[in-house]
Each structure stands twice: as C-alpha cells, then as structure tokens.
C-alpha cells in the first residue's frame, strides 16, 4: 500500500523460500547544511517474526535509485534478493518514484555528483 512519503508491504507466506514479511517505509525532505537536501528514510517491520528497523539518507541528485537501497536493507534483514518489496507492484514503485522526485524537485537530466553515489552506498 502506498501513500505519499510512506509505503507498506507484506507477502502471501505460502510462496516457496520466501519468508513471511512485513514491511514500511517512510521517507521525508531533509535540509543538513553540509550536504544539502537530502531524502531521509525509516524502514522498519518484520521479516520471519524478526524485528528489524533501518534509517538511511540519500542525497536529491540520487534518491531516484531508492529501490536499490530499500531492497538492499530487506536482504539485510532476511528478504531474499528475488523477493524484493518495492518491485512487487510497479504502479505503487511508479507512485513512489513521483512522489521522491516532486518532493526533491527532481527535474529529467538534472545533474548527478558521482561522489554521492558512493555516500549514500550505491
């Protein structure tokens, strides 16, 4: 299910080697004078009864690749990679996607510093 500045997932557990989850992300605006505006997320839920929560940021130039780091904290935490829960309907993934770059002001062909990259661990 997706709102604007949340998203919530949670899998049928009858599917072969893919664990039961429970899954939500929430994500808003941040301005940090170093680093400039900045996409902060909250992810937190269960996965196979086990509790987890995870807070990350990207910069505005790469919070479009959100999808990667969402799906690389739910294999952390016990989400095969096959099963990732920001891909499972693509029009909510569609709806997210919007919503990041309206709140960000992202603009297509808007440029990307390189070095973010490799702070936000892409």
């Known amino acids: 299910m997706f709102t604007p500045g949340h998203l919530r997932r949670s899998n049928n557990?009858?599917?072969p080697g893919v664990p039961k989850f429970d899954i939500e992300v929430f994500y808003e605006v941040r301005h940090v004078p170093e680093e400039g505006m900045l996409m902060h997320f909250t992810m937190s839920g269960e996965v196979n009864g086990r509790a987890f929560s995870e807070e990350f940021d990207?910069?505005?130039d790469t919070a479009h690749n959100f999808a990667?780091?969402?799906a690389k904290h739910a294999v952390k935490n016990g989400v095969p990679p096959n099963a990732s829960?920001?891909?499972r309907n693509h029009s909510e993934y569609d709806a997210m996607f919007k919503d990041i770059r309206?709140?960000?002001g992202i603009k297509p062909g808007?440029?990307?510093?390189l070095d973010n990259l490799d702070k936000d661990g892409l």
């Not at 808007?110 to 510093?113: G, T």
């Open 13 to 15: 557990p009858n599917i």
């Open 58 to 60: 990207m910069h505005r």
């Open 68 to 70: 990667s780091l969402i």
């Open 85 to 87: 829960p920001i891909m």
């Open 102 to 104: 309206d709140k960000l």
């Open 110 to 113: 808007d440029p990307i510093n």
